[in-house]
């Protein structure tokens, strides 16, 4: 059955630097997602992305963020400086273009940030 | 904010039924119920999804009450690897170009005991 994979699983980083989260999505959808669950919160909702641009984004997804589909296969997230309030595991989905869009996640990446 | 309210945790004993409720009084006519869950600290699932029928997959039934203001996820044989966190969320289905983020809850707990 296809499934979102995501690398790495686990990610040390000191505060300050960029990190690269990379996920390739099911290889048929068109519209991909990240999300990031703070540990013991709520999934929240990042960014979204189709057509090679930003569909939406919430209020985490600032300057610091940034979001690429480098080829046919992978989606990126891009932390430029990251903060200790950046640890938390980051998920990414992607979903069909179909009339009820389920998104399929990855199993994430644990992003630690010291 | 979520649209739908839920318990915050639940028991049920290995091999029967887990009738997991959510209330979601305000759904407007175009918007699906999804059912979500999340094994430990794992990218959320996807179980089912419905408009006002009730169905049914290989994991689950879904039972939408005649007016939609709530629903039952039904696991009919529960086993100790269902124990996770169960999230009801109400969405607005697109056709195609507009983005549809999901938009999590705390959810249940689903605790199956042995």
């Known amino acids: 059955e296809p499934e979102v994979t995501q690398t790495p699983s686990h990610q040390v980083t000191q505060m300050g630097q960029e990190v690269i989260l990379r996920c390739v999505p099911i290889s048929n959808h068109l519209y991909f997602y990240w999300y990031r669950q703070i540990l013991g919160q709520k999934v929240e909702f990042l960014v979204s992305?189709?057509?090679?641009?930003?569909?939406?984004k919430s209020e985490i997804f600032d300057d610091q963020f940034s979001v690429e589909r480098p080829d046919g296969s992978n989606f990126t997230l891009k932390i430029r400086s990251t903060k200790l309030e950046d640890s938390a595991m980051y998920f990414c989905a992607s979903s069909e273009r179909a009339v009820q869009e389920t998104q399929y996640f990855g199993p994430g990446t644990r992003l630690l940030v010291l | 904010d979520a649209k739908t309210t839920q318990p915050p945790s639940m028991d049920c004993a290995e091999g029967r039924a887990a009738n997991l409720p959510c209330n979601h009084s305000t759904i407007s006519g175009n918007e699906y119920v999804y059912w979500y869950r999340q094994i430990h600290s794992q990218g959320p699932q996807y179980i089912i999804h419905g408009l006002k029928n009730n169905e049914t997959n290989e994991m689950a039934s879904l039972i939408i009450t005649e007016d939609r203001k709530s629903s039952t996820l039904i696991l009919p044989h529960a086993t100790l690897r269902d124990t996770a966190v169960y999230y009801c969320i109400v969405r607005v289905a697109h056709y195609g170009g507009a983005t549809n983020k999901l938009i999590f809850g705390t959810g249940t707990l689903l605790a199956v005991q042995p």
């Open positions: 992305f189709y057509n090679n641009e930003i569909s939406e």
